[in-house]
């Protein structure tokens, strides 16, 4: 392949890879942090809804202890011990005794007059029958204010319950410490920025913010009428974005408001997006790196897969070359046969004729023998030649010769020192000492060797042990040759098929399945056998077992 066609298959894979990769990555980060935003933006609307209706709830029932103290207290009680200033300072006291959530305590006549007072101001004998609060008391029975000035020139709320005695009415009123009913507000206050206060109807502030305003001022930032029940908006107040929840009392028509601000409670969600965008960073980093290290690698393999093919292409053709030489080889070796036999067969003839006639006193007698000696060795030499070319053609038949196996299996390992130590594979050999010889052909013994060591380094890739190892059976008198890998191993249904001609398990292109074949055929022929086993990622073992004839035995 062109160098240009390379390139331009290389950057087409990897935006093809990082198109489909980065794809799935954006949406699956958009889509988690969505659902975690409306997860937790709905948490969070749910987690200031029960902070204010709990909130609403306690001043409710503070609201509603207070008012049912003072019922119990003017129902329980006469006008007239509770008139008597002594009798009424002894209740206050008993009162602030159990709640501390009374400022002073007073009696007032049906019209107006002040007529009992127990407390820190100088109350008594003012007549409040044009006050407001006194007007609802008389009318409603129980009546709680807003928070006004009155004669005391400070902010503060009251209570007042109405109690009839015959034709008499009166009213038992008590003041709020408006410090301690801050306080139950003000604990709705969550973070550095929060805060919460009451309103009424007209937006007076009935306590203190925490943030601007005071008591009696106007809230004006926002409207709050025409809901009931509770309401959570995110508003912008005062150029800042801000959480507000709020509530109106059950008794009284006064409005609970909360505001949190939303970074605050908003945080782990800002921390999510962060981590969401790390995430997606890293990712498409990784990606991308691995990408580009596929791809590259792809294209080394490609263009080694594309130089393998141009040699194997190459070798090919050599073997195509050396297959005609070989039919040439034979058709030479045939016709030259011929003439050769002929040859010999006279060279025979002329030797019985030298010595049937009566030649010998001749003197070229010596020089006739001679030459007929030299063309007969000669022609010997020629069939020898001959006998070579008919061997490159076709498979001679195995010769017999003494072999010492532990020297094969050594010269054979010799052969794959380099390219084992290239790929990283340990071969140990442990050869049994005092192993006998036996009579077999070495170069195809080689041969049977070499192909199994072969396939071994091919299971192992890289980074493996190879065991080669030998041992005698005097038992059965043959000679053991083990070669084990820790390779991938060979499944059981690939197992059963390990000795069929054109059986690999290898990559197309890499094996023709031949090897194992011929080597089994070669082991039957010289008379031993060969067996297999093998278990999914642990590794094979080869066993070769070569009979020992009793004339080579040492």
């Known amino acids: 392949m062109e160098e240009r066609g390379i390139q331009k298959l290389r ?38 809804r029960t902070l204010v209706d709990n909130r609403r ?100 709320f009251i209570i007042a319950v109405m109690r009839r005695e015959g034709d008499r009415r009166w009213i038992l009123r ?43 001022g106007t809230e004006d930032e926002s409207n709050y009428s025409g809901f009931s029940g509770s309401r959570i908006e995110e508003r912008q107040l005062q150029g800042q974005t801000a959480l507000v929840a709020a509530t109106w009392m059950r008794n009284k028509e006064w409005l609970l408001i909360i505001k949190e601000d939303p970074r605050v409670e908003l945080m782990p969600l800002f921390h999510a997006r962060h981590m969401t965008i790390w995430v997606i960073l890293g990712g498409i980093l990784i990606i991308a790196v691995g990408t580009v290290y ?32 070989g039919k040439m080889a034979a058709g030479i070796a045939h016709e030259v046969n011929n003439p050769l036999a002929v040859i010999k067969e006279k060279v025979g003839w002329l030797k019985d004729l030298l010595s049937e006639e009566d030649i010998s006193a001749s003197e070229n007698f010596e020089e006739f023998k001679d ?109 053991t040759v083990s070669i084990a890998d820790n390779g991938p191993g060979i499944s059981n249904e690939h197992l059963a098929r390990i000795f069929d001609p054109f059986f690999t398990t290898k990559e197309v292109g890499r094996g023709t399945g031949l090897g194992l074949s011929i080597s089994y055929s070669i082991v039957e022929k010289l008379g031993g056998r060969i067996m297999v086993a093998s278990e999914v990622s642990k590794g094979t073992v080869f066993t070769i077992y070569v009979p020992v004839r009793g004339d080579a035995v040492n």
Not at 21 to 28: A, D, E
Request: aromatic fraction near 10%; proline fraction near 2%.
């Open 11 to 48: 950057w087409k894979i990897i935006a093809t890879t990082l198109c489909f990769s980065l794809i799935p990555l954006f949406v699956l980060g958009f889509t988690i942090y969505y659902q975690f935003s409306v997860s937790y933006t709905a948490k969070i609307m749910d987690s200031m």
């Open 57 to 156: 709830n306690a001043i409710d029932l503070f609201l509603d202890e207070r008012a049912a103290q003072l019922t119990t207290l003017a129902n329980t009680q006469s006008y007239q011990q509770l008139s008597d200033g002594d009798y009424l300072d002894r209740v206050f006291t008993l009162m602030q005794s159990r709640s501390k959530s009374f400022i002073d305590l007073g009696i007032i006549d049906q019209d107006g007059h002040h007529v009992a007072y127990s407390g820190p101001y100088q109350l008594r004998g003012i007549n409040y029958r044009n006050e407001e609060w006194f007007q609802e008391a008389m009318l409603r029975g129980v009546f709680i204010s807003d928070v006004f000035m009155g004669f005391r020139k400070f902010p503060h």
């Open 174 to 216: 008590a003041t709020i410490d408006t410090n301690i009913f801050d306080a139950l507000v003000k604990e709705a206050q969550v973070g550095d920025k929060g805060d919460a206060y009451v309103i009424n109807k007209d937006r007076v502030l009935q306590t203190t913010p925490r943030f601007g305003g005071k008591v009696l």
């Open 294 to 325: 596929v791809v590259n690698e792809m294209m080394t393999e490609l263009i080694k897969a594309d130089r393998e093919k141009a040699v194997l292409d190459a070798s090919l053709m050599q073997s195509s070359k050396m297959a005609a030489l």
């Open 371 to 479: 030459a007929l000696g030299k063309i007969e060795r000669h022609v010997e030499r020629a069939k020898k030649v001959t006998h070579r070319l008919l061997g490159f053609a076709r498979r001679m038949e195995p010769t017999e010769e003494k072999v010492d196996i532990n020297k094969v299996l050594s010269e054979t390992l010799s052969f794959l020192e380099n390219d084992a130590r290239y790929k990283n594979i340990n071969i140990k050999a442990d050869y049994a000492p005092g192993l006998p010889s036996t009579l077999s052909d070495s170069a195809q013994m080689q041969q049977v060797f070499l192909n199994i060591l072969n396939n071994a380094v091919d299971a192992i890739g890289k980074d493996g042990e190879i065991q080669v190892k030998t041992g005698y059976s005097v038992k059965e008198r043959e000679i």
